[in-house]
């Protein structure tokens, strides 16, 4: 089977990618996974300035999930090109930086400014992240804004363009459309869902900036749904994430419309995951004698 | 830092509440440094989900095994002291840096504070084997706490309680400070325990002017430096440093104390 993925101009090796914030940069998983297998590595957030991220604690666990506020911790565009640029130009799959900000310029001056490096295959804008103050998920719940943007930074740079999508939102699929008619390639979906979690001992909650970010298997069912809302509501393809921990999960998404997945928090607790769903897809694919991802689509209407 | 699946030798008590598991050491893994941990994946689910860090408490090429001593207190522990010999034990490991020599000519003094005994049990045994052996003090809130582990003879060792049940009364942190002054030596503190314990250790470094190590912990995610989760506040060029990668063993003057 052609397990490639095609989004816009680009191509990627098979469907299974890492998620951003998940996965570092890569060199941080290289002694653990082998890098070659991996459909496509989503970075890290990207800012143009370098932002320490948020108070401590950042990370606490939930029923089969986790909530994190880290706050796009990240060394910034300079950081980001010295420290960064050089260990992706030896990645053997892939690199999708994630861009981030607090204002549409922001977005615009990391694309512009890193739109000629070759080793970057394409973009995936953060218009999702609940755990900053500014940008990232007040910009991505406008579908006239998120329309705006998507069409500026499309003119940035020819290399495939992502829009992240949030889940928090009444109608995710308006916000999909917005990207659509902007001009991306393709929306991913989900980011994290909005959750809180209070320590009835101190009396306040567990993390400082209250609330965080919902991951990990409790969103599964939630990713899925969206993704077949968007699936079934745009043209241009649809990478599905929330929640993936092994093949069936990864074999959902495609069946619901997803080209591609991420996997994300199931990063930091198995390192034989992708191996594991990459495998999936195929036996899958076999069984009932799919030739390519598309194929996926033909039994849920 | 390498994937380890490999299997439970014993598990038994050491403590009230506080468990020393062996497993089984491959030949091909990197050998586990004091002060180095691993990262436990305790059920094949979603519950609980994280993998979950343990610190060393010893290490054996002999007989190719390593160990680590926990605390039963939540879920995850509460499952991690069911398991048997034979039982799969899934690791990320050995993880983070280690606690440096002492320098030349310093008393290396070891404090450790509840479930903090790990990985100063294993620093004095491999003290122990060098010149500069030292002093290991155990702190507990009272007797039942205190570990049942036998230590080599050679390691000069003294328990405390909070409440004088057993050892000295008083803090692991002052009974340091009375030994220093009494031998009247130039020490170097080696800590690991509850957060205001590694205060109070900074705080005697720096009256008696000598470097202290200490052992941070904070939630971790991935357990390998990817997700920027388990930050600590530092000094210096950074605001924070991830516990996981830079840390655990840390220089006591790099921490912002809160
Ligand atoms: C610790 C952590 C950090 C994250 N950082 C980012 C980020 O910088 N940019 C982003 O677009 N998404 C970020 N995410 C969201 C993930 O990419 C993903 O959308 C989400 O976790 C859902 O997938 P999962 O359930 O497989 O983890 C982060 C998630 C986690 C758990």
Same mark, same amino acid.
């Not at chain 2, 809130?141 to 205190?146: P, V």
């Not at chain 2, 655990?248 to 790099?254: A, G, L, M, N, Y």
């Given at each position: 089977m052609d397990l490639s993925v095609r989004i816009g101009p680009g191509t990627l090796p098979n469907p299974v990618g890492v998620a951003s914030g998940t996965f570092g940069y890569g060199s941080e998983y290289e002694k653990l996974i082998d890098?070659?297998?991996?459909g496509a590595l989503y970075t890290k957030a990207v800012t143009p300035e370098a932002r320490p991220g948020? /108070?401590?604690?950042r990370i606490i666990e939930t029923a089969a999930g986790m909530i994190n506020s880290?706050?796009? /911790?990240n060394n910034g565009l300079a950081g980001f090109k010295t420290a960064k640029i050089p260990y992706l130009r030896t990645l053997p799959c892939p690199a999708v930086v994630n861009v981030a900000g607090a204002k549409g310029d922001d977005y615009a001056r990391v694309i512009e400014e890193l739109a000629?490096?070759?080793?970057?295959?394409g973009w995936e804008v953060n218009?999702?992240?609940?755990?900053?103050?500014?940008?990232g998920l007040a910009l991505g719940t406008n579908p006239a804004e998120v329309e705006q943007l998507t069409a500026r930074l499309r003119k940035l740079s020819s290399k495939p363009l992502i829009i992240k999508l949030t889940?928090?939102?009444?109608?995710i699929t308006a916000i999909a459309r917005a990207a659509e008619a902007g001009g991306a390639d393709a929306v991913s979906c989900i980011n994290t869902l909005v959750g809180m979690v209070i320590d009835t001992k101190a009396l306040r909650p567990v993390l400082p900036g209250k609330t965080g970010g919902l991951s990990g298997p409790a969103i599964f069912p939630v990713g899925l749904a969206a993704v077949y809302r968007v699936a079934h509501a745009i043209k241009i393809p649809v990478v599905g994430l929330g929640g993936i921990t092994e093949a069936d999960h990864a074999v959902q998404y495609l069946l619901a419309g997803a080209y591609a997945i991420q996997i994300g928090t199931a990063n930091f607790i198995d390192p034989t995951v992708h191996q594991k769903v990459l495998d999936g897809i195929r036996e899958f694919a076999a069984l009932h004698d799919l030739q390519t991802i598309s194929d996926f689509h033909q039994f849920i209407d | 830092m390498a994937h380890i699946v490999t299997s439970v030798l014993e598990n038994r008590p050491v403590a009230q509440d506080y468990y020393e598991l062996r497993l089984a050491w491959p030949s091909w893994a990197p050998a586990p440094q004091p002060g180095q941990f691993l990262t436990v +994946?305790?059920?094949?689910?979603?519950?609980?989900?994280l993998r979950r860090p343990f610190a060393f408490s010893g290490f054996d090429r002999a007989d190719s095994s390593a160990r680590i001593i926990y605390q039963r207190r939540g879920h995850a522990t509460t499952l991690m002291s069911a398991k048997r010999p034979f039982d799969p034990f899934d690791i990320l490991a050995p993880l983070g840096n280690g606690f440096p020599d002492p320098s030349s000519g310093r008393r290396p003094i070891l404090i450790a504070g509840g479930i903090g005994m790990g990985p100063m049990l294993f620093l004095a045994e491999r003290l122990a084997q060098t010149p500069y052996p030292g002093i290991l003090i155990i702190g507990a +809130?009272?007797?039942?706490?205190?570990p049942r582990v036998v230590l080599s003879h050679s390691v000069q060792t003294i328990l405390c309680t909070d409440d004088g049940s057993?050892?000295?009364?008083?803090?692991a942190v002052d009974i340091a400070r009375e030994e220093i002054r009494q031998e009247a030596c130039a020490p170097e503190l080696y800590l690991c325990g509850p957060h205001g314990m590694l205060a109070a250790g900074h705080e005697l470094a720096e009256e008696l002017d000598a470097p202290a190590w200490v052992s941070m912990e904070q939630t971790m995610?991935?357990?390998?430096?990817?997700?920027?989760?388990c930050v600590v506040r530092v000094h210096g060029g950074e605001e924070y440093a991830r516990v996981c990668t830079e840390g655990?063993?840390?220089?006591?003057?790099?921490i912002v104390w809160t």
């Open positions: 890098l070659s297998i991996i948020n /108070a401590t604690p880290i706050g796009l /911790a000629d490096e070759d080793c970057i295959w218009l999702s992240c609940p755990n900053v103050k500014t940008g889940p928090n939102v009444t109608d | +994946r305790t059920v094949d689910g979603p519950v609980p989900l +809130r009272s007797a039942q706490y205190l057993a050892g000295r009364k008083g803090s995610g991935c357990a390998v430096g990817a997700c920027m989760g655990p063993v840390f220089d006591s003057r790099t």
